[in-house]
């Protein structure tokens, strides 16, 4: 069974810049999640999709952040315009929610740098 | 909200010992997971356990979710045992994912 696929895997930019990752998540998980992960903490939850609808994206910054999930499989996040505080590794987690199974699975993250 | 507390936050070890890993929750939860952070950052399932025990391997997990605590054994430690390891607890109303602030472990040769 194929993982949760993440492209790219490293990115820099300059501040002001935007720019985009992917995720495709596990074969059939209804679930996806995009995390933000700051060097020494732990994963913070930025938004959960359930199938293309959105769940909860309380803690995605709206004025410069935006995701979507068209068709419910693929998603990709934006961050427009980029700052300095915003390097960190986005982290894309999916999971099934059936039988009472929510187990969720990362993939490997895009490690972003705003210089 | 749910906290999640792990301990201890730092943990080092010589190769060949066995350390206990625990993660504290403040309510009651669907799930837990453990997972290993490696050092190139890719996070990896370890278990998935809502209750009872697991094994696989060297590694061991416990949850008592009557008492809201789990635990994770180590045994035998190998250097690739490395990294941070995070426990993560499922919120009964929305499936999310609250997570504590992990315990780095440190193998050394």
């Known amino acids: 069974e194929a993982g949760v696929a993440q492209s790219p895997r490293y990115k820099i930019i300059e501040k002001r810049q935007s720019v985009a990752f992917w995720c495709n998540p596990i074969s059939g998980h209804a679930t996806l999640y995009w995390y933000q992960q700051i060097l020494g903490q732990g994963p913070k939850l930025l938004i959960q999709f359930q199938n293309n609808g959105v769940v909860d994206d309380s803690q995605l910054p709206k004025d410069r952040f935006s995701a979507e999930r068209l068709k419910g499989v693929d998603s990709t996040l934006k961050i427009q315009p980029a700052k300095l505080e915003d390097s960190a590794v986005y982290l894309c987690a999916s999971s099934l929610i059936l039988s009472g199974n929510t187990e969720a699975f990362f993939g490997q993250g895009t490690r972003l740098t705003v210089v | 909200g749910i906290q999640v507390e792990q301990s201890p936050p730092d943990l080092i070890l010589q190769e060949g010992a066995n350390s206990t890993l625990r993660c504290n929750f403040s309510d009651s939860v669907n799930n837990l997971q453990w997972f290993h952070q490696n050092p190139w950052g890719q996070l990896i399932n370890l278990f998935y356990?809502?209750?009872?025990?697991k094994q696989n391997g060297r590694l061991s997990a416990t949850t008592v979710a009557t008492e809201r605590y789990s635990l994770l054994y180590i045994s035998s430690s190998q250097t690739t045992d490395s990294g941070v390891y995070f426990c993560?607890?499922?919120?009964?109303?929305?499936?999310?994912?609250?997570w504590g602030a992990g315990t780095k472990l440190i193998i050394k040769p």
């Open positions: 993560a607890v499922e919120q009964r109303s929305n499936y999310q994912l609250i």
């Open positions: 356990i809502p209750s009872g025990t």
